[in-house]
């Protein structure tokens, strides 16, 4: 086995050896969206540093646990916190906790960051269903020797974000009468903001929302096969002619303005899965 393989054994059976719940869905709960995971039933919290090989995340407004347990009657592991690239993590680092939950069960992830609009028609509070993306991160997580019990060493990210759940959540958007933008999310590798400049490329490349993280995950969702669903809030207005100096205390305080539809709708898209 290789040492990769070994190290996701050890976390996987760390975490195993903690809860009975066999999860069939990951979530990944971004920048003050991990209130979500304080709705599972039954809990079981994994602190990060109590797992073998897992990065611990330092971002504020990330708790740094896994909570397994049940939401609307589905088995689930969450991750509250996610791991950033410009915390210092290495993209394996970064994309390590996908592939424990994979080994833990999981057959679909949903992902969900903090982004800035870059879409005009966009306002801060809105939620946006990503319909794609575009890595202006500098990496790709799957460089280095690829493990094929993973996934193959060219895997196809066309279509990486599931059209039948991008489906189901604008049916359940719909259902329960909550607006939802969709887009292109755009990845940097951040912690700096962007430039005007910056923002005027990333608009016409064709990103709708730009953010740091989502992109890394997704990549090793799809390399392993996993179904995957992307909503990102849309926190504040990355305009490039109306630039304002962002804090990242204000992304959290929208995100946590948001939260109460972004948490109707993720339970809205669960109980229909
Ligand atoms: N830019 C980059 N990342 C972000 C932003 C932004 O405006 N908002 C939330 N995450």
């Known amino acids: 086995m290789s040492d990769l393989l070994k190290r996701i054994e050890e976390a996987r059976a760390a975490v195993a050896q903690r809860s009975a719940v066999k999860p069939a869905i990951g979530l990944i ?20 540093r109590e797992i073998p090989h897992f990065p611990v995340s330092t971002a504020p407004g990330h708790a740094g646990r896994l909570v397994l347990g049940y939401l609307e009657g589905k088995p689930v592991v969450a991750m509250q916190g996610r791991i950033h690239f410009y915390e210092g993590y290495t993209m394996e680092q970064v994309i390590f906790p996908v592939r424990v939950m994979r080994a833990l069960g999981i057959e679909t992830l949903i992902v969900t960051c903090a982004a800035g609009g870059l879409n005009p028609a966009f306002s801060a ?47 359940t958007a719909r259902e329960i009468g909550i607006s939802l933008q969709q887009g292109v999310y755009t990845a940097i590798s951040g912690p700096s903001f962007n430039t005007s400049a910056e923002l005027r490329m990333l608009q016409r490349l064709g990103g709708d929302a730009v953010g740091m993280s989502t992109v890394p995950e997704v990549i090793a969702a799809r390399h392993m096969g996993l179904k995957v669903l992307g909503i990102a809030c849309i926190t504040d207005m990355a305009l490039p002619d109306a630039p304002v100096v962002l804090t990242h205390e204000e992304v959290l305080e929208t995100a946590e303005r948001t939260k109460p539809v972004f948490q109707k709708l993720v339970r809205g898209v669960l109980r229909r899965i």
């Open 29 to 48: 709960l971004g920048s003050g969206l991990g209130d979500l995971a304080d709705q599972v039933q039954a809990p079981v919290h994994v602190p990060y």
């Open 125 to 171: 509070g809105d939620l946006m269903l990503i319909t794609d993306h575009i890595n202006t991160m500098g990496q790709d997580p799957l460089r280095g020797p690829n493990e094929e019990q993973l996934g193959p060493r060219f895997p196809a990210i066309v279509g990486a974000y599931t059209p039948e759940l991008r489906e189901l959540a604008l049916d």
